[in-house]
Structure formats: structure tokens, C-alpha cells
């Protein structure tokens, strides 16, 4: 069997509030393999957001761990970028080409004209190569999505983490960066988790689905992605997942 990428083992994650002490996950296992677009879907709760984050090493496993290409995640790193669902996750005082070249810069040690040069190339991946002068608020939306997303590639992380990055687009927009998404993908071979609360979005992007359960989120169910071209495969599949989403 080929190595995972990541794995979770036995996985669980609490965290404290003010009130009281949280159960997130309890005790989840799965796999995600090279080039999967691995997506995570569930009802509200699930704890779909804190495995992410364990992923990333910001959140400390309470029980079992996560695993990056064999080795324990104990801290974030270059080798796993995020794409939040937030617009403001771009530098507001750095251009557009500014913000992709600095973590290659910063964190893996490029030169800056290299790292800016790079940027530039990831721009015009995402349709952005005429706005790299552009500051955030000069940017939509959309473009300022397009810009995270250039930025989390261009470091080619071991996997993107991405949680609900399109959600607080409009249906337009949402569906033109789904497939640009998908594009990148396929030219690029790389490896994605991915957060949504669509279960069509989880059909489109992904090739894997994992379900999650309510509240502490256990491992329910795991399907396979459909072609779109059969609607009807589709939309079977969608009512497969949404059951057992409710179940």
C-alpha cells in the first residue's frame, strides 16, 4: 500500500472557552493520499476546522496524532499552507506579488528577486498577472482569494489546507474559482484538505469525501467522488452523503 501524505491515528482534539472544556474530535482515523483533494464535510460542529488547524500545528492532539509523510506534526510549517475563508488574510500593507514572494523569502530562504519573480509566475496562474502592483483593499473578493491561494502554491507544501475559502463568495465567483481551483490541481499534482459545509462543493473539487459526524466529530463515511457528466451518478452520490451526514 502507498504511503500517506498525512494520516490521522486515533485522533482527538479538545480546547477550552471560557465555559467549559471542548470536545472537538474524538478518536478519528483516516488517510490522505498524494495528489487526493481530500474533503471534509459534516454538520456544523463537527470539528471539521480543528483538525485543520491540527494539521497545520496550531491545535495540540489531546489523544493519537497526525502524521506528515511519516513524521509527527508538532508545530506549523512551510510544508502545509492555509487559504482561509477570510478576506483579510493577505498582508494590507504589501502588494499582491509582495504577498506571494513573502514566504518564499521568509520562510524557505529564496532570494527576494527570485521569490518576486516566482510570485509573478503564480499570479498570472490565477488570471492576476496584470494586478501584482495592487494592495489588498484595492483587490474584490474574489482576487484577494486568488492571491492566497497563488501564495499557499507557490511554496509547493507537502498539502493545502483550505477551510470554506469560497463560501462568503457569491455563486458566480464560487463556481469560476472551483474550477480554476481544479485546474491548478491537475497541472500542478498537488494535495488538498479541504473544509466545506456543500456537499455539491465537496463533489465538484474533491476526489475523496470524509464525513464527519455531529458533535465530538467522528469518522462516519467515506465516498469517492463522481464525474459531473453523469447527473444522475452526481446526484445520487450527494443524496449518499447527505444521509449519512443526517443519520
Known amino acids: 500500500m ?139 473578493g474574489g482576487m484577494k482569494q486568488r492571491v492566497a491561494i497563488a501564495r499557499g502554491m507557490a511554496v509547493e507544501p507537502a498539502i493545502l489546507l483550505m477551510d470554506e475559502p469560497f463560501s462568503a463568495l457569491d455563486e458566480i465567483n464560487r463556481a469560476k474559482l472551483q474550477e480554476e481551483l481544479l485546474e491548478l490541481m491537475g497541472e500542478t499534482k498537488s494535495t488538498l484538505m479541504f473544509v466545506t459545509h456543500s456537499v455539491e462543493e465537496a463533489l465538484i473539487v474533491g476526489t475523496r469525501i470524509l464525513v464527519l459526524s455531529k458533535h465530538p466529530g467522528q469518522v462516519k463515511a467515506e465516498f469517492d467522488s463522481v464525474p459531473r457528466s453523469s447527473r444522475s451518478e452526481f446526484m445520487e452520490k450527494a443524496e449518499m452523503i447527505r444521509a449519512a451526514i443526517d443519520h
Not at 497526525?66 to 513524521?71: K, T
Not at 499552507?81 to 504577498?99: H, I, S, Y
Not at 521568509?106 to 498577472?129: F, I, Q
Open 2 to 140: 502507498t504511503t500517506p501524505v498525512l494520516e490521522a491515528k486515533d485522533l482527538t482534539l479538545r480546547y477550552k472557552t471560557d465555559r467549559a472544556d471542548v470536545t472537538a474530535v474524538w478518536r478519528a482515523d483516516f488517510r490522505v493520499r498524494k495528489s487526493d483533494r481530500f474533503m471534509l464535510v459534516g454538520p456544523a460542529g463537527c470539528g471539521e476546522s480543528p483538525i485543520l488547524k491540527a494539521v497545520g500545528g496550531f491545535l495540540a492532539p489531546t489523544e493519537g496524532g497526525v502524521y506528515l509523510d511519516g513524521r509527527r506534526i508538532v508545530k506549523p510549517g512551510i510544508d502545509r499552507m492555509t487559504v482561509f475563508q477570510e478576506f483579510d488574510q493577505l498582508l494590507p500593507w504589501k502588494t499582491a506579488q509582495e504577498n506571494v514572494a513573502f514566504p518564499l523569502a521568509e520562510a524557505k530562504g529564496m532570494p527576494k528577486s527570485d521569490a518576486m519573480d516566482k510570485a509573478s509566475e503564480w499570479l498570472a496562474k490565477v488570471g492576476l498577472g496584470a494586478h501584482g502592483h495592487k494592495y489588498p483593499h484595492e483587490l474584490s
